[in-house]
């Protein structure tokens, strides 16, 4: 492929086992307005959990074991409160709606994790569950979704692409005569600014620190 846009985790996957592209930009996202987002590690409302050290002997939902900000910041979180997997449940909702939903339901899961704006604003616009079902008791930083562009690509195209797409907003596309939907300014947020591989860099050294988590083998 020519160009390719996906999780920070996956692009560093994908490296790490011989992908011939380099990130030129990654989404913004509308609450941060930088290239990156939050992890919320959340419990229902009235939960008496008030921190991560609470969800040791829990049921804790996560995305999928190669989700960014759906497991590998929440093993991180959890790294650092001192928990290890024998401490907890795991519960792999499969998407971050549903492991807010199943969160704020408190039935199979006491606990989770989910991005943060799946938990304050497409989550409950979705009628998946309300804003209010759900406490943030922590969150972390995440580098945003990487959009790159293949090494093979002539250096004159490649650095079009780099020039245009590194900075497109979701008002030059408006600008341009593009409708853009709902569902696809959640992924696009506010557009995009420039990135590197070094901005991706803190997401190796974090893997470092995960030694029990497969899916950073090779990163």
Known sequence: MDVVSFSAFTYLQAKAKGAQFTPVGATVDASTHQPGYYSNA??????????LAGF??????????????????????????????GDYTPVFAGKHDVSAQKTAQGKECDAGFAQEITVTTTGPAAGLFKAEDLKVVDKAFVPGPPFSVGDALP???????????????????????????????KFFGEGYKPVDDAYYNNLRDLCKTLPDVKTCEGV
């Open 42 to 51: 959340i419990v229902p409302a009235a939960s008496d959990i008030k921190d």
């Open 56 to 85: 040791k002997g829990k049921k804790v939902c996560f995305v999928n074991e190669n989700s960014t900000s759906g497991y590998l910041f929440p093993q991180y979180l959890l790294h650092k409160a001192g928990l290890t997997k």
């Open 155 to 185: 250096a004159d195209l490649k650095s079009q692409l780099k020039e245009k797409l590194s900075t497109v907003t979701t008002a030059d596309l408006r600008a341009a005569g593009i409708t853009t939907s709902p569902a696809f300014e």
